[in-house]
């Protein structure tokens, strides 16, 4: 039988093959709660999604211009990207650690 997204099961088998190793990329950088986090949402529960960088707890899809981005998480300077996407209150809080404040408004995409 060939695995697809609508395989009964898939969703559970993809975050127990992928878990541990976004679990340990948290470890990697000293994110402890990330880390455990991480391990709880993917073994325990299947979540099969990413997870904020920096917490460790799935996120709604939200989306940023460019420019905002770049100022909050500082990586437009070094010239990088980003292994991964924050939570809400993870971003909104780095933003008012470096002086930026945000308004959230729903938006139909």
């Not at 559970?12 to 391990?39: E, K």
């Amino acid at each position: 039988m060939r695995w697809t997204m609508t395989t009964p099961g898939y969703g559970y088998a993809y975050a127990w093959r992928n878990g541990p190793r976004w679990s340990l990329d948290h470890l990697r950088h000293g994110r402890i709660l990330g880390f455990l986090r991480t391990l709880w949402f993917t073994l325990v529960l299947g979540h099969i999604s990413e997870s904020c960088q920096e917490c460790g707890r799935p996120y709604l899809l939200w989306w940023a211009d460019n420019e905002l981005y770049d100022a909050v998480t500082g990586l437009g300077a070094k010239g990088g990207s980003t292994p991964g996407l924050f939570c809400l209150d993870c971003f909104d809080r780095k933003a008012r650690e470096k002086g930026i404040r945000l308004r959230w408004k729903p938006e139909s995409a």
